[in-house]
């Protein structure tokens, strides 16, 4: 991981170029413009087309910086609604973590969250397996990941900000220590501040600007299921995957971690070992239809956490390596953004 630089940033800028259209750089965008920056967003396919498009939409922390985010989401939730005239389908619900084995269910106890014993797990989620030692039932939120990263990427457009897909910046126009012009493949943009949330490409992306990003690229692969009759009304997370419901009666079981570089394409191996998963959580989902099959591509970093931080180019930031947390972590790094470029003066 590269060291944070200790240059000194002025209070305030005014324009700055974001480049990438998942969920980290739409978030960074509507909150840089929602404080009245000139923002312009570089997306090099369509917004949301990668891991952000393809997250199943659950919000379940599991970090202080996790709880911190979440708690963010009503008030983000109910502004970019409002300004994008669009509805994310966000929505608070209970989850539910079976114990195999009576060290899991040790374990479980340790966390936040009310214990169940097996009659009680069947009383409340009768779809779920009876081989279980109890269950930790728990409150967490959800939300559909294309709705949301559209609507970030339209208020942000209401608020005055370029959303440009199909734009991938080529390269960079450094004077000293700074970034002067964003290229791309049809123009240069003149920047106070750039912020590179290119998911795994964001290594790609810095290293035109002579900085190297501890960051690659994990595959993660879903399954959408038509359960037929069958009930799921709560969210199952186990240790290797997890099954989340959804409002239009699908269920969605995920997600594999695998290093593949760049390849995104689903494989047997990774939707096979899904749909053991789906049967060893829920038995019932046996009989259901495999309705598609997809896989998006993480950022991760060496040591698990994610990178958004200032770099030796003193106006460029880096906001990577979130992992399969990229939607619930968004609220929070785009105000960690925020805080290091500061208000603007307009």
Same mark, same amino acid.
């Given at each position: 991981?590269f060291a944070m ?9 005014? +324009?700055?170029?974001?480049?990438g259209?998942?969920?980290i ?5 509507e909150r840089?413009s929602?404080?009245r920056?000139? /923002?312009?967003?570089l997306?090099?396919d369509q917004?949301g087309?990668r891991a952000s498009?393809? &997250?199943?939409?659950?919000l379940?922390p599991a !970090?202080q910086s996790?709880e911190e985010?979440?708690a963010?989401f009503p ?6 609604e409002k300004d !994008?005239?669009?509805? /994310? ?5 209970q ?8 060290s899991?269910a040790t374990?479980?106890?340790?966390q !936040?969250?009310?214990?169940?014993d097996p009659a009680e797990?069947?009383?409340i989620?009768?779809a779920?397996? +009876?081989?279980i030692?109890?269950?930790l ?5 959800h939300?559909?990941p294309?709705?949301?990263v559209? &609507? ?8 005055g900000a ?6 991938p910046a080529t390269g960079?126009?450094l004077e000293g220590?700074? /970034?002067?012009?964003? +290229? ?15 998911g795994?490409?964001?290594r790609?992306v810095?290293?035109?600007?002579g900085?190297?990003v501890d /960051?690659?690229p994990?595959r ?5 299921l038509?359960p ?8 199952v997370?186990?240790s290797t ?9 699908t269920i ?6 695998e290093d593949s570089g760049?390849d995104? +394409?689903?494989t047997l191996?990774g939707i096979?070992?899904?749909l053991d998963?789906?049967r060893?959580l ?8 495999l309705q598609r099959v997809?896989?998006?591509l ?6 698990g956490d994610?990178i958004?931080?200032p770099?030796?180019?003193?106006n460029?930031i880096?906001?990577?390596g979130?992992h399969?947390?990229?939607i619930l972590?968004?609220p929070?790094a ?7 470029i500061g208000?603007?003066?307009?």
């Amino acid at each position: 991981m590269f060291a944070m630089s200790r240059a000194f940033y002025l209070p305030y800028m005014s +324009r700055i170029v974001v480049i990438g259209g998942g969920v980290i750089g739409c978030a960074v965008a509507e909150r840089l413009s929602l404080d009245r920056h000139q /923002v312009t967003l570089l997306e090099r396919d369509q917004l949301g087309g990668r891991a952000s498009g393809a &997250a199943a939409g659950e919000l379940s922390p599991a !970090s202080q910086s996790g709880e911190e985010s979440l708690a963010m989401f009503p008030e983000l939730v109910a502004r970019i609604e409002k300004d !994008s005239a669009m509805n /994310v389908e966000y929505r608070v619900q209970q989850g539910l973590k079976p114990a195999f084995t009576e060290s899991e269910a040790t374990s479980l106890k340790t966390q !936040s969250g009310r214990w169940l014993d097996p009659a009680e797990c069947g009383t409340i989620e009768p779809a779920l397996t +009876r081989d279980i030692v109890g269950a930790l039932l728990l409150e967490h939120a959800h939300l559909t990941p294309p709705r949301f990263v559209h &609507a970030l990427a339209r208020a942000a457009a209401a608020h005055g900000a370029e959303i440009c897909e199909g734009t991938p910046a080529t390269g960079f126009k450094l004077e000293g220590n700074e /970034v002067r012009r964003v +290229r791309t493949s049809t123009r240069e943009i003149a920047a106070d501040w750039v912020v590179i949330a290119a998911g795994p490409w964001t290594r790609e992306v810095a290293s035109s600007a002579g900085i190297d990003v501890d /960051v690659r690229p994990q595959r993660g692969q879903l399954a959408a299921l038509d359960p037929g009759s069958l009930v799921l009304r709560r969210s199952v997370f186990w240790s290797t995957g997890y099954l989340v419901p959804k409002g239009d009666g699908t269920i969605i079981a995920g997600g594999t971690e695998e290093d593949s570089g760049f390849d995104d +394409r689903p494989t047997l191996d990774g939707i096979a070992s899904l749909l053991d998963l789906a049967r060893r959580l829920v038995p019932g989902l046996a009989s259901a239809s495999l309705q598609r099959v997809w896989a998006g591509l993480r950022p991760v970093t060496s040591d698990g956490d994610p990178i958004v931080a200032p770099t030796y180019v003193h106006n460029l930031i880096v906001a990577t390596g979130h992992h399969r947390k990229g939607i619930l972590l968004a609220p929070i790094a785009a105000a960690t953004v925020a805080g290091l470029i500061g208000p603007s003066a307009g």
